[in-house]
């Protein structure tokens, strides 16, 4: 059974950074595409970033230019480095992955205060 882990949440100011990390149960190498989502309150879970197996990585307009993804195939991990945080970001940040199955974890909280 796959699951995932995000930590790296937290309260942070306009203009700062945070790093969220998604920890796999199986072996990264096995999953086609990972990607972030984030659902603010009253809104939609919203695509955030992506990466596939073959590191293409693709972000929604909002984040493009202070926010990356990155995958680490050794330790198992997707991360999402954020700088420039806005009270925009604000959110539940949420790991998914696909390996045949699509697989979500548990989320993480952003808050960033203006």
């Known amino acids: 059974q796959v699951q995932l882990v995000e930590s790296g949440g937290g309260l942070v100011q306009a203009g700062g950074s945070l790093r969220l990390s998604c920890k796999t149960s199986?072996?990264?190498?096995?999953?086609?595409?990972m990607a972030w989502y984030r659902q603010a309150p009253g809104k939609q879970r919203e695509l955030v970033a992506s990466?596939?197996?073959?590191?293409?990585?693709n972000y929604t307009d909002a984040v493009k230019g202070r926010f990356s993804i990155s995958r680490d195939n050794g330790n198992n991990a997707m991360y999402l480095q954020m700088n420039s945080l806005k009270p925009e970001d604000t959110a539940v940040y949420y790991c998914?992955?696909?390996?045949?199955?699509?697989?979500w974890g548990k989320g993480t909280l952003v808050t960033v205060s203006s």
């Open positions: 998914r992955a696909e390996r045949a199955l699509i697989y």
């Open positions: 199986v072996n990264i190498f096995s999953m086609n595409e």
């Open positions: 990466i596939t197996s073959g590191d293409i990585t």
